[in-house]
C-alpha cells in the first residue's frame, strides 16, 4: 500500500495498525515498512516476515497475538 491508500481507511477499522494494542514502537517501524494492517501479513509466514527490513521475532510474535485476538471477537 501506498501513502495515498492511507486516505482510504476508516479511522476506527480494528484491522489499522493504529487501532491495536501493539507498542508503537512496533507500529512505527511496521508503518516505515509501508504496512497499514494487521492482514496484511496474513498470507506471509514468518519467514517472509523477517526477510522484510526492521521486522524481528518480537514483532512477528506480537502481530501473530494480536491477529488472533481480533479473530477471536
Same mark, same amino acid.
Given at each position: 500500500? =501506498?501513502?495515498?491508500?492511507?486516505? #482510504?481507511?476508516? @479511522? $476506527?477499522?480494528?484491522? &489499522?495498525? +493504529?487501532?491495536?494494542?501493539?507498542?508503537?514502537?512496533?507500529i512505527?517501524?511496521?508503518?516505515?515498512?509501508?504496512? =497499514?494492517?494487521?492482514?496484511?501479513? #496474513?498470507?506471509? @509466514? $514468518?519467514?517472509?516476515? &523477517?526477510? +522484510?527490513?526492521?521486522?524481528?521475532?518480537?514483532?512477528?510474535?506480537?502481530?501473530?497475538?494480536?491477529?488472533?485476538?481480533i479473530?477471536?471477537?
Open positions: 500500500m =501506498t501513502k495515498m491508500d492511507f486516505g #482510504d481507511l476508516p @479511522d $476506527d477499522d480494528p484491522d &489499522l495498525l +493504529e487501532n491495536t494494542a501493539l507498542p508503537k514502537q512496533f512505527s517501524r511496521l508503518r516505515s515498512a509501508f504496512y =497499514t494492517r494487521l492482514s496484511d501479513f #496474513d498470507d506471509m @509466514d $514468518d519467514i517472509q516476515m &523477517l526477510r +522484510e527490513p526492521g521486522i524481528n521475532w518480537r514483532i512477528i510474535k506480537a502481530v501473530r497475538s494480536e491477529r488472533a485476538r479473530d477471536a471477537k
